[in-house]
């Protein structure tokens, strides 16, 4: 069984910065892609950035494209995202999700808390 955990998460001021881990364990015979999305009170969860395992390959989500970063350390099996340039509106908590040939895995989430 896969499973994903998030950390990272907390509260900083606007125009600061924070990074995202994501750990995934267990049997995965074919890992496709790892991303980020998150979900504010009210709102629908939304993708944030994708990376492709094997390829490394990147995919953002326009409102934070220029100051996200996804990123992954094969050796670890761990996705990071990298925020900078946080604004109240990145407030949200944000879950990982691993795909692979057994589906689609999540994590329990991790708040990110952004103050003006």
């Known amino acids: 069984q896969v499973q994903v955990v998030e950390s990272g998460g907390g509260l900083v001021q606007a125009g600061g910065s924070l990074r995202l881990s994501c750990a995934a364990s267990?049997?995965?015979?074919?890992?496709?892609?790892m991303a980020w999305f998150r979900q504010a009170p009210g709102k629908e969860r939304e993708f944030v950035a994708r990376?492709?395992?094997?390829?490394?390959?990147?995919y953002y989500a326009d409102s934070v494209k220029g100051r996200f970063t996804i990123s992954r350390d094969n050796a670890k099996n761990t996705v990071y995202l990298q925020m900078n340039s946080l604004q109240p509106e990145d407030t949200a908590v944000y879950y990982c999700?691993?795909?692979?040939?057994?589906?689609?895995?999540w994590g329990q989430g991790t708040q990110v808390t952004v103050s003006s």
């Open positions: 999700n691993l795909n692979d040939d057994t589906g689609a895995t």
């Open positions: 267990g049997r995965t015979f074919r890992r496709y892609t």
């Open positions: 990376i492709t395992w094997t390829t490394g390959v990147t």
